[in-house]
């Protein structure tokens, strides 16, 4: 499973909040809602929260096994 657990840290400790993701960085509304409920994001919006919170990626998103995974 992919959390965004350390996302919400990462935002607590800068500057940022999400009034100014979405305001300032045109973040959507959406994108803040998935990062809440763990629901996936392109590669793309993870990149520009790493630019916005000069962050790696690391610092938003960590993978925990689940036995709710898809098996391959």
Known sequence: ???YAPFWET?????ET???L??????SSSTIDK???NK???TTTI??????LK???????VYIPNDDDQRL
């Open 11 to 15: 935002l607590r400790k800068s500057k």
């Open 1 to 3: 499973m992919i959390s």
């Open 35 to 37: 990062l809440r409920k």
């Open 40 to 42: 996936p994001l392109t």
């Open 18 to 20: 999400t009034y100014t």
């Open 47 to 52: 990149n520009d929260l790493c630019y916005i």
């Open 22 to 27: 979405i305001y300032k960085y045109h973040i």
């Open 55 to 61: 962050c790696g990626i690391g610092d938003i998103v």
